[in-house]
């Protein structure tokens, strides 16, 4: 069972299949507001926030979907991905199909 399944429950809805996007390792953990994914992008690595679908759910105002610059503090045979006070917002949007489409995007290049 992936992390984000055992942390915010099955019926979390991401909005996308994450088998879809193999380059997402899921690092979610129970003591996170929403689920979360790390991927790297060239030399460069993200981190991908999932809200709760519906607004009045999250504990925080902003997107359902945000992408943010990330540091990896581990090495890379034991990556431990932050998005410190430092992140900067790559990506934000309120739709699955506008991430997918970024993905997509992602995945191609």
């Given amino acids: 069972m992936q992390p984000y399944l055992q ?3 099955t019926q979390f809805n991401l909005g996308f299949n994450p ?3 193999p380059f997402l390792i899921d690092n979610s953990y129970g003591n996170d507001t929403c689920v979360s994914f790390y991927f790297k992008q060239g030399d ?3 981190k991908l926030w999932v809200d709760h679908e519906m607004a009045d759910d999250r504990e925080e105002n902003g997107a ?7 540091t990896n503090e581990g090495t890379d045979e034991a990556p431990e ?3 410190g006070a430092d992140a900067i917002n790559i990506f934000e949007c309120e739709t699955s199909e506008h991430l997918i489409a970024h993905l997509n995007l992602i995945s191609s290049k």
């Fill in 81 to 83: 991905i932050y998005a």
């Fill in 7 to 9: 942390a915010f429950g």
């Fill in 19 to 21: 088998n879809d996007y």
């Fill in 44 to 46: 460069q690595y993200r």
């Fill in 64 to 70: 359902r979907y945000t992408i943010e610059s990330a």
